[in-house]
């Protein structure tokens, strides 16, 4: 399920940086919610092809193609101001194209962490299918990333798909 703008307006900072493009709803609301500055990374390159036609004639969005496992890292390396995440990329079936594993939630994770910047917002949606044979890592091990990156990260939970199914890592 995508994020809504109204979620995303109470995490908004300077840029949104989103994994798992799919059909270019979170880059729908974050747009709403009023990012200037937008990035999504897409590993299929039909859905990539699609969202960039999409959004071509909007200055602040920007689709790239490619494994957010490998990409992530020199991509917001670039960035100087916090971000909010969105982490979703995952295999899902269907149109959806799936990378070395089901989930790339570690490693994304581990890129951020080499921001220079410790106190950006972090959300991971699909909180139901982490420990499953969908999304590899249990949410313990997402936890653990997470408070590797800032010590200080509060954890909270959003509704989602389903009650409480976005995890929240935030400095308050």
């Known amino acids: 399920m995508p994020c809504s703008p109204t979620m995303l307006r109470r995490y908004l900072n300077p840029s949104f940086v989103e994994t798992g493009t799919y059909l270019g709803e979170g880059v729908e609301a974050a747009l709403a919610a009023g990012f200037g500055n937008i990035l999504s990374i897409e590993l299929s390159e039909s859905l990539f092809a699609d ?37 979703d990329a995952h295999y899902s079936f269907g149109i959806t194209v799936k990378g070395n594993k089901m989930s790339p939630l570690v ?11 410790k106190d950006h917002i972090i ?50």
């Open 51 to 87: 969202a960039k036609r999409k959004f071509v004639g909007d200055k602040r969005v920007n689709v790239i193609q490619g494994d957010s496992s490998t990409i992530l890292e020199p991509l917001i390396s670039t960035i100087t101001t916090t971000i909010t995440f969105w982490l």
């Open 107 to 117: 490693e994304e994770l581990r890129a951020i962490s080499s921001h220079p910047i």
């Open 123 to 172: 959300l991971v949606d699909d909180r139901r299918f982490l420990g499953t044979e969908f999304m590899e890592p249990t949410e313990d091990e997402i936890i653990r990333e997470i408070m590797a990156i800032n010590p200080s990260y509060l954890i909270s939970y959003e509704d989602g798909a389903i009650e409480q199914d976005i995890i929240v890592a935030r400095v308050v």
